[in-house]
């Protein structure tokens, strides 16, 4: 066993005792909730329950808030990163094509909203959506998540336009095709990778936001992360459990499909000012 471990090396034991913890770190809690939600009957110090049901999950969707709360949520977020989509791809096109007076200063603010805690914010922006008549309506909690998620799809998409070689675009365009049909048979399909993988942060971020919506939406539009608070304190904890896979299980399928999109250093080069 000695001359085995000797083999090995002591970093390589390490490294392995650092990748358990972190397993068991991460895959812990997810695994608690998991048993939770299934769980019937489960008595302390039990290691697993003595029974097995789906009543929990039946017993949240039959409460109309929460029922409520995950359409809306699913809502929301398809609408803050359609409109997203809409207004921030034509800027990233711009700040990766054209060189413009403080470009670099413009693209640099989308990033302020994630530099100081978000409460000030949003309290400010609060502020002036009373006086405009936005408080506790649609259209406010989706700019205010808009708000939130203006960096996701602005610069990972500004990335993803300047990974395609502007040489590809002057070929098409010395055969005569023109700039509109350039953008959409070169530039835009090869971008297209970063883009959904925007598209997805941007969705799981307002799938999450949860202060925004508080200050904003309160009380007819209450989302997943709001309700949640009140599961919390009101519900058994295996409603909890429920509730937490409904919440969690997006961010984990649609991140495992972002992987599938874009690699990691075109992913990091969106946080890069050129």
């Known amino acids: 066993m000695r001359w085995y471990l000797k083999a090995i090396g002591p970093r390589k034991i390490v490294e392995f005792i650092i990748l358990v913890v972190f397993v068991i770190f991460f895959l812990g809690p997810l695994l608690n909730l998991a048993i939770l939600a299934f769980t019937g009957k489960w008595n302390y110090p039990d290691v697993l329950p003595h029974e097995w049901s789906l009543k929990w999950w039946a017993f949240v969707f039959q409460q109309e808030d929460i029922a409520k709360s995950i359409g809306l949520s699913f809502i929301i977020a398809s609408i803050v990163t359609a409109l997203s989509i809409v207004l921030c791809i034509p800027a990233a096109y711009a700040f990766a ?15 302020l909203t994630h530099a100081f805690p978000k409460m000030g914010l949003y309290v400010s922006i609060a502020v002036l959506f009373y006086k405009l008549g936005l408080m506790n309506t649609l259209v406010g909690v989706v700019l205010i998540h808009m708000i939130n998620v203006l960096m996701f799809m602005t610069w990972i998409p500004t990335a993803a336009f300047r990974n395609v070689h502007m040489a590809q675009e002057e070929s098409a365009r010395d055969v005569g095709a023109s700039p509109f049909r350039v953008f959409r048979s070169i530039t835009l399909p090869m971008a297209m990778p970063g883009i959904i993988v925007a598209s997805i942060f941007t969705f799981l971020n307002s799938l999450d936001e949860a202060q925004g919506t508080f200050l904003v939406g309160i009380p007819n539009y209450k989302t997943m992360p709001i309700v949640m608070y009140s599961i919390i304190s009101d519900y058994p904890a295996y409603a909890g459990a429920v509730f937490s896979i409904i919440l969690t299980a997006p961010t984990i399928i649609l991140l495992l499909a972002a992987q599938r999109f874009v690699s990691a250093d075109i992913m990091s080069s969106g946080f890069q000012l050129k």
Do not use: D
């Not at 094509?97 to 990033?111: E, H, K, M, V």
């Open 97 to 111: 094509r054209i060189r413009f007076p403080l470009s670099r200063f413009f693209l640099f603010s989308f990033l």
